[in-house]
């Protein structure tokens, strides 16, 4: 089933737009792309409201004219420069026993309370496994069902203000979308790096 999905992306003072296609096998294709400067942006932040809604709408509007399509759903990019990166390192004595999801699925929901916790005024938008460690054996995937004795596992939280996302989905609201997603541009780049470091 091909499916079109709409990319926005909040950067420094401007607004970039991508319409893409989607195949059942996960090839995309650009249908359409707008780079426009916006004066209710600054550092990638809203700084003016409608603004920023005048010109989400007359873009959208191009494009939607364009391809005969009307979205709903917008996958956000941010550049947010109040967001903040912490890792977790989490263990378990293993006693020889298997590694199982249930291990897992426990140390991650942990952390992610702990986190949320510690930071009642953000909310965690990234959560990134970074790496594994069975028996001081570094690990490139989980080692789900190994044997060992003791297991590390770290986790990284991109976490931005609360009311960052309050304002992100005000403004899309007004546009009539709904936000999707929303990622961190220096979790892409981070994604990218890790997967390049992983490829050595």
Known sequence: MISKKLFIELKNKN???LAVEFDNDNNYKVLDKINTNSLGLENGNIINLEECV???QDCLFKIEKKLDYTFNNVNLIINNQDGE????NNSKKLHGDQLTEE???????????QIMKNNPN???IHLFNTSFFLDGDEKKKLPLGLAGDFYIHQLTFFLIKKNNIKNLKILFGKC???IQRIIDSNF???MNVYNLNSSI
């Open 85 to 88: 990166i912490i890792n977790v």
């Open 54 to 56: 005048s010109t989400i």
């Open 103 to 113: 291990d897992i699925s426990y140390m991650i929901n942990n952390s992610q309370k």
């Open 122 to 124: 953000k909310e965690i």
């Open 176 to 178: 009539n979308l709904v």
């Open 188 to 190: 892409l780049f981070n």
């Open 15 to 17: 607004i970039i737009f």
